[in-house]
């Protein structure tokens, strides 16, 4: 099996008002007393987000060299999703780059994975009905996300995908789902507010392909 190497990227030198580099993803801890009050739900610099998308095409094509895969380009996000959940748009087109929305389907058994390039920028991973990464998690000043936290959140949940190690069940008056990756283990859960909705949820994971592991490409099997 082929081994998964993370793309070398970094954020953009970005500087302030009095033209100092800004320690993006450092902030934390490097700035005594960061984050201040005004630094929640401000975005000054969201481009530096851009390098979650050269993660994410590292991440597909990993996962189309090792896996028995097809991959649909501009493929419908919501297609077997939770219906009236709102995704983010994806980005528009860009030169020498691969469309905005792709979905990898395994040729056997395992469910689909949804790779969004988002206009944040960012990138949103769906799979099954409900579950799903995304990277930024907020993007704003104050959570300061590094590189390093942005690969992981999308490297553990398409590995995690593609291994089967993912899981999502209504339960009480909620949704719970949680999943496996090589880095972290993650789950939550969610209210649904009414019997009815979580019924449709419910029969929408009867339908949906289960989640299990990937077949291996072919001449990946016989060596």
């Given amino acids: 099996m082929p081994m998964y190497t993370r793309p070398v990227v970094v954020f953009p030198e970005l500087r302030d008002d009095a033209g100092a580099v800004i320690p993006y993803g450092r902030r934390l801890g490097e700035i005594p007393g960061w984050p201040p009050d005004d630094a929640y739900s401000v975005v000054v610099h969201p481009e530096r987000f851009e390098v979650a998308w050269t993660i994410a095409r590292a991440i597909v094509d990993h996962l189309v060299a090792t896996y028995d895969v097809d991959v649909i380009e501009d493929a419908d996000p919501e297609a077997g999703r939770l219906p009236g959940v709102r995704h983010l748009e994806p980005r528009g087109p860009i030169a020498d780059a691969p469309p905005a929305v792709r979905r990898i389907v395994p040729r056997g058994q395992g469910a689909p994975l949804t790779v969004i390039e988002t206009d944040h920028p960012g990138v949103e991973l769906l799979a099954g009905v409900t579950t799903g990464a995304l990277a ?10 590094s590189v390093e936290e942005v690969a992981d959140s999308l490297e553990d949940f398409a590995f995690a995908v593609a291994s089967g190690e993912v899981w999502e069940r209504v339960e009480g008056r909620g949704v719970r789902s949680g999943h496996t990756g090589p880095v972290s283990s993650g789950s ?14 419910a029969s929408l994971m009867k339908q949906a392909t289960p989640f299990a592991p990937w077949p291996l490409r072919v001449d990946e099997v016989s060596r």
């Fill in 136 to 145: 930024p998690v907020c993007g704003c000043e104050a959570c300061d996300e």
């Fill in 188 to 201: 939550g859960w969610s209210r649904s507010e009414s019997w009815g909705q979580r019924r449709e949820i």
